[in-house]
């Protein structure tokens, strides 16, 4: 599974999403299919992407299988604990 999350560099919030998915794929014993990749919307390649997955907020967190489908979205907000952790012990990956 990957989580994107859409967000600018300057921003807190964005980067308390990034450092809490970080702690909670760590205590999922580094949940070894699970990544966490960041679109910086400061950047024109970032914009784009964001434009293309219709984002509007920041942060939104997205989280997509590794087939790619759509598994869950936080838009402008960061993804409460317990759902982040019932995807993860469900093996969404």
Known sequence: MRFEVYGKTDCA??????DK???L???AGGAP????AFVDMDTVEGLAEAAFQDVHDVPT?????????????????LPPTT???AFL???QA
């Open 89 to 91: 012990a469900a093996g």
């Open 83 to 85: 759902e982040v952790h």
């Open 33 to 36: 299919n699970a990544a966490i």
């Open 21 to 23: 998915l970080a702690h």
């Open 61 to 77: 967190t997205i989280l997509r299988s590794d087939a790619g489908a759509l598994l869950a979205r936080w838009d402008g907000k």
């Open 25 to 27: 794929l760590g205590e």
């Open 13 to 18: 919030k964005c980067k308390s999403t990034k």
